[in-house]
């Protein structure tokens, strides 16, 4: 069971970046999959999660409105398309994941809560 995450980069502020993270070893269909972050110096924290049984979603507040989580169910990816990115955007972004049959929802901004998570993709916002 991997987590492969790809698409940082560097970019300027109010620019847009697409992370990908593809799931291999066994099917993650019902999964939950999504993001977190940590910036230097700082905690970990949520950025974003998908129910890929059912499709709900939940944000960070600091993130919402600007970036969307999505899914491809055929490939077993988990998308997250980041638009207006901000300097504080600026971190190393991990994909996670969950089997359904753990997921607490009551704890879904604890990185403690997720059983999977991939190596990380640095993301860079130049002001």
């Known amino acids: 069971v991997q987590l492969q995450a790809s698409g940082g980069g560097l970019v300027q502020a109010g620019g847009s970046l697409r992370l990908s993270c593809a799931a291999s070893?066994?099917?993650?269909?019902?999964?939950?999959m999504g993001w977190f972050r940590q910036a230097p110096g700082k905690e970990r924290e949520f950025v974003a999660i998908?129910?890929?049984?059912?499709?709900?979603?939940y944000y960070a507040d600091s993130v919402k409105g600007r970036f969307t989580i999505s899914t491809d169910n055929a490939e077993n990816t988990v998308y997250l398309q980041m638009n207006s990115l901000k300097p504080e955007d600026t971190a190393v972004y991990y994909c996670?994941?969950?089997?359904?049959?753990?997921?607490?929802?009551?704890?879904?901004?604890?990185?403690?809560?997720?059983?999977?998570w991939g190596q990380g993709t640095l993301v860079t916002v130049s002001s």
């Open positions: 996670v994941a969950d089997p359904p049959w753990e997921f607490n929802i009551g704890s879904y901004t604890s990185p403690t809560t997720y059983d999977k």
């Open positions: 070893g066994r099917s993650f269909s019902t999964y939950v």
């Open positions: 998908i129910r890929r049984s059912g499709g709900s979603t």
